[in-house]
């Protein structure tokens, strides 16, 4: 897939095209599959007039702020991962919702009302206290896309350090393409779903708060919700469980 075949309206201030793409695979999430995160976040691009917010678990490229400032168009692809979710996301022991996030200028902000980012509230050995997420912006409905091509990550490498190679571990990349490759036909992912970074493009989350039974209920119901989708998030946000941030001070970039 060609960075030129990335059509969509990304509105008057996301900036002219560029080199960049960040390419992202997908899954379920939080206990949550991928088909209700998908319905979840078309309801917050709705509420948010196109903006919406794409949790993802590792942190963002060395360079991300820089474009973000220079407000660099950069094309975001999703791919459905090959391999089953983690039995730790479909079942994770904690859930967390995410309240404020650090931008591209360094600064603690709160998430927008209409943005809801979950994730699992523990790692391997710990309780979660790291997570990111995309800032980005799309025109059309978030659904999964169907003869839409493929993607060959084969065919870029890193933008950030040494432009090394993109990795098998890597789930969240910002790419650039590498010019005369030779396609890896065996390496190809579908392209699920398209969008653009905007703001603050890739930034680290903080302050979550571990959601309640009841929460849970309430997030894995949100899609169907006929209640205002912002009203939904606050109440989320304000439940009067404690946070796992109680005893440190989140770090800032």
Known sequence: MALSDLEHDCGPDLGAPSDYLLWTRMQAEA????????????RERQAGDGR???????????????????????????S???TKPKSTDRNPSATVI????????????????NALVTSRGDSTLRRKRAHYALECFSASPLKMMSGAGTFDPSAY??????GAPVGSSQVTSLLVPIPSRVPNNGNKYTVDMTAALMGSYWVRLVDPLSLSQRSLDLVNCADTQHD?????VKALRQQPNRTIWDDCTPPLL
Not at 34 to 42: D, P
Not at 157 to 162: F, K, P
């Open 98 to 113: 995410w309240r404020q996030y650090i931008d591209c200028e360094g600064k603690v902000r709160p998430l927008p009302p």
């Open 31 to 42: 206990g949550q599959a991928l088909e209700l995160i998908l319905r979840r976040k078309e």
């Open 157 to 162: 490498r890193n933008a950030s350090g040494t």
């Open 228 to 232: 205002n989708w912002v009203d939904i």
């Open 52 to 78: 919406f917010f794409w949790g993802v678990g590792n942190a963002p490229a060395v360079i991300i702020n820089s474009l973000a400032r220079a407000e660099t168009r950069v094309s975001v692809v999703f």
């Open 80 to 82: 459905r991962m090959k």
